[in-house]
């Protein structure tokens, strides 16, 4: 659950649609009217994710290669259709419907489900985009698969326009990458912010509901990182006070550094079931998770001191950083 508000997660809690805002080109520019035109002007429909279970009437239109792209066609009507991705564990891909190999106007939505199992590829999107590349064209810069198997991407229209479209999928770290380098000092830990997987939300918010002056906030965000070595605590900590949500954490002069089995004790008691569930979830090994700690405390008044922790939990081999943000105050 975002930090400061408590709803934040329902807005997505169907799924992790529209969780990405790269930038992608300029549209495709029309020329100017000469005198006397008239013109118009139409805003495309956002493209949604395909109605749920979709197996039985979604189109399977091939495989999707991880560092390649497929090519197809609208047909003349809105529709949707998907390519097999399979990956090993702890993949990154960038997946983009490009401009370079697809049609002029077309407009899309891009959808990412699984893994598969006995029951299909499930009912929510893991990732999804409508128009963050290219004009209105879908784009996802980063997709982290945490576990190993075979992945469904879907590409939707709202406009039949019988034209091409191109798909790619791009390894931007992990598992993917051939041969990768160990990393540079002091390389840097870029985040983008995910929504909380459901189990994760469901944990939190019991504990949430249990005592009326302890209440906890939890952060998802994700990094690409194609190396052989690992990042490094110290540089999720400085992305994530980097942060402006997070400003009020800065000044702790003497921040705590824990192995992830001697945080569990940090914990209030209440969020404790978190600890495991947050390894479960993310398929991270104890050994690897390690955690720096900072603190605050500031009054409102007669009986109202506030406490407040800030937890920043690297989980290196699954490419997470998990902030936890405890806080109590005086009633």
């Given at each position: 659950m975002k930090r400061g508000t408590a709803v934040?997660?329902?807005?997505?809690?169907?799924?992790?649609?529209?969780?990405?805002?790269?930038?992608?080109?300029q549209p495709e520019q029309t020329p100017a009217p000469e005198g006397g035109d008239t013109v118009t002007t139409a805003t495309q429909q956002l493209v949604p994710a395909p109605p749920a279970p979709f197996d039985s009437y979604l189109y399977i239109a091939g495989t999707l290669p991880v560092g390649g792209a497929v090519t197809s066609n609208t047909g003349?009507?809105?529709?949707?259709?998907?390519?097999?991705?399979?990956?090993?564990?702890?993949?990154q891909v960038a997946l983009e419907v490009t401009h370079l190999g697809t049609g002029m106007g077309v407009d899309t939505g891009l959808y990412v489900y699984g893994p598969k199992t006995q029951y299909g590829y499930g009912y929510w999107p893991l990732y999804g985009d409508d128009d963050s590349g290219y004009g209105e064209l879908s784009?996802?810069?980063?997709a982290t698969f945490n576990q190993a198997g075979e992945y469904l991407v879907v590409v939707g229209w709202s406009n039949g326009l019988a034209k091409q479209y191109r798909l790619q999928a791009s390894c931007v770290g992990g598992a993917c990458v051939a041969n990768p380098s160990p990393a540079p000092a002091n390389a840097p830990v870029t985040l983008a912010a995910f929504p909380l997987d459901g189990t994760l939300n469901a944990v939190?918010?019991?504990?949430?509901?249990?005592?009326?002056?302890?209440y906890s906030f939890l952060d998802r965000y994700d990094f690409a990182w194609p190396y052989s070595t690992h990042a490094t605590l110290n540089a999720?900590?400085?992305?994530?006070?980097?942060?402006?949500?997070?400003?009020?954490?800065?000044?702790d002069p003497n921040p705590?550094?824990?192995?992830?089995?001697?945080?569990?004790?940090?914990?209030?008691?209440q969020f404790q079931p978190l600890h495991q569930a947050i390894l479960d979830t993310y398929g991270e090994s104890a050994a690897n998770a390690q955690v720096k700690s900072y603190f605050r405390e500031f009054s409102t008044?007669?009986?109202g001191d506030n406490w407040r922790t800030l937890n920043i939990i690297l989980l290196p081999e699954s490419r997470h950083v998990i902030v936890y943000e405890q806080t109590a105050h005086e009633i």
């Open positions: 934040r997660s329902v807005v997505l809690g169907m799924s992790a649609v529209g969780l990405m805002g790269a930038c992608g080109g003349t009507s809105a529709n949707y259709e998907g390519f097999k991705l399979n990956v090993a564990a702890n993949t784009k996802i810069p980063l939190l918010g019991g504990a949430n509901a249990y005592r009326e002056d302890m999720a900590a400085a992305a994530v006070l980097a942060r402006s949500e997070y400003k009020g954490y800065r000044n705590g550094t824990y192995t992830y089995a001697a945080f569990l004790p940090r914990m209030y008691l008044g007669p009986n």
